[in-house]
């Protein structure tokens, strides 16, 4: 079987990766919620989100964010990309309405001291312009056809 | 409309008294010290899986083809970002007065500061052992940092920083995730 892939010298510095758009739903911040088991109301009861969280509506939640991201991270890589750590910053709220955009670049590529390939990336979601979160994802890719980052284990695994 | 506290645990309600009601060196007492030890109330699941690929349209062949999961990590596993859905608690179960909540930690602390809002701020996940269908996770979670008293276009309150970390039923770290909230007070309008 041959899986589509990306090797680790296919990325460089400096690479910008394709936007994601998506038109986001109250399905998709509702069922973003539940399959995250996040049954609090501000995720699915637009009266509690105005009326007491103070925002114009239902807004994605966090753990749905990280799954988007992941979604953006892997579409790029092709599911040999391993995600080692993902940091991001919540600046404003995503509601429905909101074409949500995704972007990235690759700030740096490196290999570890147990030879396991790394590429860093800042990511942003915005909409209209303006950024609802930034993230910092650290992933890591096959050198070689028949490396796989998968296979790493213990010491030889540092995220 | 209720306070949107929740009531403190015994620990800190002691600590509170042992600190003449002092909230900060209440807070003091929980830094660096595993909390809320506690194993997840199911497996985790497939089906769970596909909802959350279903929800972000995520088509990557690894969580959704057996032969690819076979030949690149020897068999199904869950997406790394998954990794707080296996601990959310239901919202109901039989003989349960209240809804629990996950990362108690982060509402004992609106509570001991009166905060009745928060918001969730930066979010790291550092992802290890890949987790797989018909694993239960254990999880704990450490209270790392609680800010000096700050005021955002929210309001007013702290940031506190929030460490959950997971491992699988072998004792095998999965992963670390760490929070920063913001407990606030919403400004009265002027």
């Given amino acids: ?159 | 409309m209720s306070s949107g506290l929740t009531p403190l645990p015994e620990n800190l309600v002691l600590a509170l008294e042992q600190h003449q009601g002092d909230p900060v060196a209440a807070a003091a007492t929980m830094i660096d010290i595993p909390l809320y030890r506690s194993a997840g109330e199911f497996p985790v699941e497939q089906g769970y899986i596909w909802t959350s690929l279903s929800s972000t349209e995520n088509g990557n062949p690894l969580f959704w083809d057996p032969a690819v999961a076979n030949e690149l990590t020897d068999g199904p596993i869950a997406p790394p970002s998954m990794i707080s859905v296996w601990f959310r608690p239901h919202n109901w179960a039989p003989g349960r007065a209240e809804v629990a909540l996950p990362l108690q930690v982060h509402f004992d602390l609106k509570t001991l500061f009166g905060l009745p809002e928060a918001v969730m701020t930066d979010n790291t996940i550092t992802f290890h052992e890949p987790v797989r269908p018909g694993d239960l996770l254990t999880t704990h979670q450490v209270l790392r940092s609680v800010s000096e008293p700050k005021t955002t276009k929210l309001g007013s309150g702290r940031f506190w920083v929030i460490e959950v970390i997971y491992e699988n039923q072998r004792g095998d770290l999965v992963g670390v995730e760490s929070y920063t909230g913001f407990g606030y007070k919403r400004e009265a309008a002027s």
């Fill in chain 1, 1 to 159: 079987m041959t899986i589509p892939r990306i090797l680790a010298d296919q990325v460089v510095e400096g690479q910008t990766l394709p936007a994601l758009s998506y038109e986001v739903t109250a399905t998709t911040v509702v069922l973003g919620a539940l399959a995250t088991r996040d049954w609090r109301p501000m995720h699915h009861d637009k009266d509690f989100a105005v009326n007491r969280n103070g925002t114009q509506d239902i807004f994605l939640n966090t753990p749905n964010q990280a799954a988007w991201f992941e979604r953006y991270l892997t579409d790029f890589t092709g599911p040999h990309g391993r995600l080692g750590r993902i940091t991001f910053r919540m600046k404003g709220s995503i509601f429905p309405g909101d074409t949500m955009v995704f972007s990235g670049d690759v700030t740096g590529t490196e290999t570890d001291d147990a030879g396991c390939a790394w590429a860093n990336l800042a990511l942003t979601l915005s909409v209209n312009g303006d950024t609802k979160t930034t993230a910092a994802a650290r992933v890591a890719l096959p050198t070689t056809i028949d490396d796989n980052p998968w296979h790493r284990r213990g010491d030889a695994w540092r995220p």
